[in-house]
Nanobody, 121 residues
Framework: QVQLVESGGALVQAGGSLRLSCAAS????????MLWYRQALGKQRELVAH????????VYIDDVKGRFTISRDNAKNTTYLQMNRLKPEDTGVYYC??????????????WGQGTQVTVSS
């Protein structure tokens, strides 16, 4: 089995920074594209950013462009979301998602458990 383990969520003041981490573990052959989503209370889950294994990335929410950066470390099977100049509207549960091929060469769409980010005004 493969899984994603997230960390880094916290309560921070507006203007502060956080770095979220998401590490894949298990019987991994290769971790392909990794993505970050977020879901505010009472709102639909939305795609924040993605990054390919080769490092090509995109940020999809206009308001976070220039503030959030996605990166990855293939040696650690880990993706990061660096969040700067946080705003109260960034509050929500942040989820990691990844396309992972296991050692049986089966490909899975895997979700992390989510990590809470709360930004106080």
């Amino acid at each position: 089995q493969v899984q994603l383990v997230e960390s880094g969520g916290a309560l921070v003041q507006a203007g502060g920074s956080l770095r979220l981490s998401c590490a894949a573990s298990g019987s991994i052959f290769r971790v392909n594209t990794m993505l970050w989503y977020r879901q505010a209370l009472g709102k639909q889950r939305e795609l924040v950013a993605h990054i390919t294994r080769d490092g090509d990335s995109s940020v999809y929410i206009d308001d976070v462009k220039g503030r959030f950066t996605i990166s990855r470390d293939n040696a650690k099977n880990t993706t990061y979301l660096q969040m700067n100049r946080l705003k109260p509207e960034d509050t929500g549960v942040y989820y990691c998602n990844a396309n992972i091929k296991n050692t049986d060469l089966r490909t899975y769409d895997v979700w992390g458990q989510g990590t809470q980010v709360t930004v106080s005004s």
